[in-house]
């Protein structure tokens, strides 16, 4: 009898991360302050810095897309979320 895993039918499956943006705004309500947010998003000279969790090993990442790609990603072990 062989046993088969799914990772070695599949070897080049990618890891699942998390990814969180967190934005403090002033807004008169909760669909203002998304409408706000998502015009930021959409402005096309905005570089934005992401907290990024992969899924299976719990390590957190800072992802600053302002810096060159080699400098852009630092582990950061002192993640707390805006929201809980």
């Known amino acids: 009898m062989c046993i088969i895993s799914i990772n070695q039918l599949k070897p080049n499956i990618m890891a ?5 943006l967190e934005i403090e705004i002033d ?6 302050a998304a409408k706000k947010v998502q015009e930021w ?8 810095a ?6 299976d090993i ?16 630092i582990e950061y072990d002192n993640y707390i979320p805006l929201i809980r």
């Not at 699942?16 to 969180?20: A, E, L």
């Not at 998003?41 to 934005?48: K, R, V």
């Not at 992401?50 to 899924?55: A, R, T, W």
């Not at 719990?58 to 990603?73: G, H, M, N, P, T």
Request: proline letters at 2%; glycine letters at 0%; a negative charge.
């Open 41 to 48: 998003l959409n402005e096309a000279d905005q570089m934005w």
């Open 27 to 32: 807004a008169n309500s909760p669909l203002d």
């Open 16 to 20: 699942n991360y998390k990814v969180v």
């Open 58 to 73: 719990k390590q957190v990442f800072s992802v600053d897309l302002s810096e060159e790609d080699e400098d852009a990603v």
């Open 50 to 55: 992401f907290y990024v969790q992969e899924e």
